[in-house]
């Protein structure tokens, strides 16, 4: 009797970014020396019987037979003298077409229908390029394989981008026993979208890999990856919300699909899953389906594949010392999920406010503050809000390898994006300037700010335990960038009980100082309000020096 590969995720290894999704030829995914037996080849397949072959070199040598014909997913061959290269080929992978999944997934395939992947193929004919086999490769399900998509006349049930793109050939899962015994894959890489959502006319995926987004932050690898199963789970569960798309997804799912504490009922990945699964493609956007949201600055009822909104005006700061089914809000815009304060107060004593505070500068809605009432800037309405300048997409009239479009997805705030509003190209408020100045005048004030703590420190501070710090006994326990630049363990700040003895204004005037460093933009997301909040900032400090 013949055996299939498990077309499941397990043993399925996403090599590369391949036009058309899921590359239903077989992958090698292991070649090990075996002591006295030669080499032991290992791959995952969709539909056998599998054939190794080895070749000498790349340069259109023949390919050659080594080992037997096998329906299995592994053999141990001979092992050559000379170097080479080895590959597994397989039977055709049968495809099935999405009609055949909705028999079982009917509400899936009902959601899909309504997709911009659905109308894929006439988005090709609209532009005349449905006979053009390189675009056809990814408007179309497997296309280049016998029991693929054809022509459109011959093969209409694979034509747009279907199930079997993204979860592989359905045949053996659906031959396989009623509850099933096979499954498709299930991948959350950005690579999958990366074979299709990338080149120079649309570089989605290449701009994505230069983001931040694209990898966990080296600091938590060690953590998430931990043997000691408690720790990693720990660390998951504070940080991974907004530092791992796994993580961040199953908690998700977890608040979605069941009541309660979702952070004890999140079924956590593995450590290899949390940090080989950023904030990826998936994380941010829904693909089986279309959302409808209400745009709160607007008015205007719009739809698209975002898992939240694209604009709120609500407080929201995440604390990650307690749990997440209590504190996530779907209606938070898809940025303010993760860029916000992360529930820094001022009564915290122990490290600066975290790096991501820009939503709640962006909408000058944190930092101790006095009377009259804040200004504000007009940056807080725009009507996409985050999205208007840090996705903001352009193309080129004649794209190139050399000269792409920009889809946004690199996440920078581009010039491009600012002159859609501010239109003078030369004079004093052109955007080049503004930005120029405005960071300028920011960078000044966060200087000043910061060399009047210091003075305070070196001058005012009449604690017993000044001398310890010097200039940074103004600092949290845990110095920020602005004092410890370096991260070094050894660069302290007053410990807890000396945290106490601070004057309240001088812990006014380091909060809110954090709050407009660790923003990043310099002013860009606030103008009015961030300088606002170092002027209070001031004060407090020089009432202080005055003392």
Request: with cysteine; hydrophobic share 30%; aromatic share 8%.
């Amino acid at each position: 009797m013949t055996t299939h590969a498990s077309a499941q995720s397990t043993g399925f290894v996403l090599l590369k970014p391949t036009p058309g999704g899921i590359d239903s030829r077989p992958n090698i995914t292991s070649i090990t020396e075996t002591q006295g037996q030669g080499l032991r080849i290992e791959w995952f397949g969709f539909e056998g019987p599998y054939q190794v072959e080895r070749t000498g070199a790349l340069n259109g040598s023949a390919w050659t037979n080594i080992g037997p014909s096998t329906s299995g997913n592994s053999v141990t061959v001979p092992k050559h003298g000379a170097a080479g290269f080895h590959r597994v080929k397989g039977g055709a992978p049968r495809y099935q077409g999405a009609g055949a999944c909705a028999d079982c997934h009917d509400s899936v395939h009902a959601s899909w229908s309504k997709t911009p992947h659905a109308n894929a193929y006439q988005t090709l004919k609209n532009v005349n390029q449905h006979n053009n086999p390189e675009c056809i490769v990814c408007h179309a399900v497997g296309v280049g394989v016998p029991s693929g998509f054809i022509s459109e006349s011959a093969t209409p049930q694979f034509a747009n981008v279907q199930c079997e793109s993204c979860h592989g050939p359905a045949g053996n899962h659906m031959d396989s026993g009623d509850p099933p015994a096979l499954y498709p894959i299930v991948t959350r890489s950005s690579m999958l979208c990366g074979g299709c959502h990338n080149g120079f006319h649309h570089p989605t995926y290449d701009e994505w890999t230069s983001s931040p987004h694209s990898a966990v932050i080296q600091d938590l690898v060690a953590d998430f990856t931990s043997t000691n199963r408690t720790t990693a789970v720990g660390r998951m569960s504070s940080c991974g919300a907004c530092h791992s798309g796994a993580v961040r997804l199953e908690m998700v799912g977890a608040y979605n699909s069941r009541t309660g504490n979702a952070r004890t009922n999140v079924a956590w990945p593995s450590g290899a899953e949390a940090v080989s699964t950023p904030v990826g493609c998936v994380v941010c956007h829904d693909v089986h389906q279309m959302h409808k949201y209400t745009n709160v600055l607007t008015g205007v009822v719009y739809t698209n594949s975002l898992r939240n909104p694209l604009t709120s005006t609500n407080f929201f700061s995440y604390n990650t010392g307690t749990n997440f089914a209590s504190q996530y809000n779907p209606n938070v815009s898809i940025c303010a999920q993760c860029h916000n304060a992360r529930g820094a107060t001022v009564t915290s004593s122990s490290r600066a406010p975290h790096y991501s505070p820009q939503y709640n500068i962006f909408m000058g809605s944190i930092g101790i503050t006095a009377t009259p009432a804040p200004p504000q800037g007009a940056h807080r309405t725009n009507p996409r809000q985050c999205a208007g300048c840090h996705t903001h997409g352009h193309g080129e009239t004649n794209p190139t390898p050399g000269s792409p479009a920009y889809t946004g997805h690199a996440f920078r705030a581009t010039v491009q994006a600012c002159a859609v509003c501010h239109t003078d190209t030369t004079g004093a408020k052109s955007p080049t300037n503004l930005l120029f100045t405005t960071q300028s005048e920011l960078s000044s004030m966060i200087s000043t700010t910061k060399n009047l703590l210091d003075l305070w420190a070196s001058t005012k501070n009449t604690n017993s335990w000044a001398s310890k710090y010097e200039a940074r006994g103004w600092e949290y326990t845990v110095p920020g960038d602005l004092s410890n630049p370096s991260h070094s363990p050894s660069i302290t700040g007053p410990i807890t009980a000396e945290q106490a003895q601070i004057p309240q204004g001088i812990k006014d005037a380091r909060f809110n100082l954090y709050l407009v460093s660790q923003d990043k933009s310099l002013g860009i997301h606030n103008a009015p309000y961030t300088k606002y909040l170092l002027s209070v900032a001031q004060q407090r400090v020089n009432v202080e020096l005055a003392k």
